[in-house]
């Protein structure tokens, strides 16, 4: 979420900075939604407007109201033109979609953000009807609960395919993911998305064993006939990025290979990093630190999350530097959320050769405003590695 300048190359400020104010925050987010910066991406700039009319307090509740208020008419048009009009009412259910999800960002913390969440997952299934091929949700039973994900497999496929198991980060969900990874759809890939642990519907939180979801997940996947069980990665996401990471370690047998972007692996982890970094972030549109606490098992107090973080570093796991499938690490040099320097030891450690796609002015994810936008970095980088990876012959 670099700002402009941040984008353009400026040194990241120094040391722990305050919140925005609700009046920051406004003008910061109507301006990402006219440039298409995250996690403003496809949202109408003049739908956000009107939303922040609405918006007086920096009120949880309040903030979802405004945004669900807007998106409520978008999917009341978009009923009344399902048969009449799918294809507008597709687009009206994709607009609902995202005005609802940016209505619960960054993640559902009071009961107005959780409703705009269920909201967001409603609009966004009523949008998925229109996919040919089509989605299924799966779900995935797991420790007495279960895990929801989303499968689409590719049109016309024959025999086994590969697939493609991708992980959403902190404050985006599995529905993000889906709607990116329709691109693989064409090379005979298929795709599994799937929120990760303290996240969206994940069932449990993170700790150092969240991992045993994922790799339940790569059960499943194996499980399925329509699935070419030893042509299997994973795409994760910042956080997800980190359980990209994790499972091309402890499930390396499983996975063809992984791609991360912008993975924690040990700096970040460190009470350092998080007061002085991650408190008060501005490359994050606001809330990060709280939306963080709220993803780990047993953490309430900023003390205790400064306590806890280190338990999840790969180096202190003992993991780092063990056999791993092949990767692809995806990363900016001004990243303020995540350390560039786990970056450069995630890629020194290992048993196996590593690709990178390292952007010098570039922050988190890589982005750079303008010139290498989060869809870009996609198409160009992250879905041509995937498809390379997967459609060579089975070993």
Same mark, same amino acid.
């Given at each position: 979420?670099?700002?402009?300048?941040?984008?353009?190359?400026? *040194?990241?400020?120094?040391? *722990?900075?305050? @919140?925005?104010?609700?009046?920051?925050?406004?003008?910061?987010?109507?301006?990402?939604? @006219?440039?298409?910066?995250?996690?403003?991406?496809?949202?109408?700039?003049?739908? $956000? &407007?009107?939303?922040? @009319?609405?918006?007086?307090?920096?009120?949880?509740?309040?903030?979802?109201?405004?945004?669900?208020?807007?998106?409520? &008419? %978008?999917?009341?048009?978009?009923?009344?033109?399902?048969?009449?009009?799918?294809?507008?009412?597709?687009?009206? %259910?994709?607009?609902?979609?995202?005005?609802?999800?940016?209505? &619960?960002?960054?993640?559902?913390?009071?009961?107005?953000?959780?409703?705009?969440?269920?909201?967001?997952?409603?609009?966004?299934?009523?949008?998925?009807?229109?996919?040919?091929?089509?989605?299924? $949700?799966?779900?995935?039973?797991?420790?007495?609960?279960?895990?929801? /994900?989303?499968?689409?497999?590719?049109?016309?496929?024959?025999?086994?395919?590969?697939? $493609?198991?991708?992980?959403?980060?902190?404050?985006?969900?599995?529905?993000?993911?889906?709607?990116?990874?329709?691109?693989?759809?064409?090379?005979?890939?298929? %795709?599994?998305?799937?929120?990760?642990?303290?996240?969206?519907?994940?069932?449990?939180?993170?700790?150092?064993?969240?991992?045993?979801?994922?790799?339940?997940?790569?059960?499943?996947?194996?499980?399925?006939?329509?699935?070419?069980?030893?042509?299997?990665?994973?795409?994760? $996401?910042?956080?997800?990025?980190?359980?990209?990471?994790?499972?091309?370690?402890?499930?390396?047998?499983?996975?063809?290979?992984?791609?991360?972007?912008?993975?924690?692996?040990?700096?970040?982890?460190?009470?350092?990093?998080?007061?002085?970094? =991650?408190?008060?972030?501005?490359?994050?549109?606001?809330?990060?630190?709280? /939306?963080?606490?709220?993803?780990?098992?047993?953490?309430?107090?900023?003390? @205790?999350?400064?306590?806890? =973080?280190?338990? =999840?570093?790969?180096?202190?796991?003992?993991?780092?530097?063990?056999?791993?499938? *092949?990767?692809?690490?995806?990363?900016?040099?001004?990243?303020?959320?995540?350390?560039?320097?786990?970056?450069?030891?995630?890629?020194?450690?290992?048993?196996?050769?590593?690709?990178?796609?390292?952007?010098? &002015?570039?922050?988190?994810?890589?982005?750079?405003?303008?010139?290498? *936008?989060?869809? =870009?970095?996609?198409?160009?980088?992250?879905?041509?590695?995937?498809?390379?990876?997967?459609?060579?012959?089975?070993?």
């Amino acid at each position: 979420m670099s700002t402009t300048t941040f984008a353009q190359g400026t *040194p990241p400020e120094k040391g *722990p900075r305050r @919140e925005r104010t609700i009046e920051e925050i406004t003008v910061e987010a109507i301006h990402r939604a @006219e440039v298409g910066q995250y996690p403003l991406i496809g949202l109408d700039p003049h739908d $956000v &407007r009107e939303a922040f @009319e609405h918006i007086h307090t920096a009120d949880k509740d309040q903030w979802a109201a405004a945004f669900m208020q807007v998106g409520d &008419r %978008y999917f009341s048009e978009a009923k009344s033109l399902e048969k009449s009009d799918p294809q507008k009412a597709n687009a009206d %259910y994709i607009r609902a979609w995202r005005l609802y999800s940016f209505g &619960r960002w960054p993640i559902p913390a009071s009961p107005g953000k959780q409703r705009s969440y269920e909201k967001a997952i409603e609009a966004f299934l009523d949008h998925a009807k229109f996919f040919d091929p089509p989605l299924e $949700v799966v779900h995935i039973p797991f420790e007495g609960k279960e895990i929801i /994900a989303y499968l689409r497999l590719p049109k016309n496929a024959k025999g086994p395919v590969p697939l $493609v198991i991708a992980v959403n980060g902190l404050d985006s969900r599995k529905e993000d993911l889906t709607e990116s990874f329709s691109a693989i759809l064409p090379f005979g890939i298929a %795709y599994l998305a799937v929120d990760g642990p303290g996240t969206g519907q994940n069932p449990i939180k993170v700790s150092p064993t969240a991992d045993r979801v994922l790799s339940k997940v790569i059960d499943y996947a194996q499980s399925r006939p329509e699935v070419d069980k030893n042509r299997i990665g994973m795409h994760g $996401v910042s956080w997800g990025a980190y359980w990209a990471t994790k499972m091309a370690i402890v499930e390396r047998s499983r996975l063809r290979g992984c791609s991360a972007q912008s993975p924690p692996i040990d700096n970040f982890f460190q009470r350092e990093f998080l007061m002085n970094s =991650l408190l008060g972030n501005r490359e994050y549109l606001f809330d990060q630190v709280p /939306a963080l606490m709220n993803i780990l098992e047993g953490v309430h107090t900023l003390d @205790e999350m400064a306590d806890y =973080l280190p338990k =999840l570093s790969l180096v202190q796991e003992g993991l780092l530097g063990k056999p791993m499938a *092949p990767m692809l690490v995806i990363a900016g040099v001004l990243d303020t959320q995540v350390p560039i320097d786990d970056e450069y030891l995630l890629l020194s450690k290992g048993d196996v050769p590593k690709e990178a796609w390292i952007n010098p &002015r570039g922050g988190h994810l890589g982005r750079q405003v303008g010139v290498w *936008p989060d869809p =870009l970095i996609f198409k160009q980088v992250i879905i041509p590695w995937l498809v390379k990876t997967l459609q060579s012959p089975t070993s």
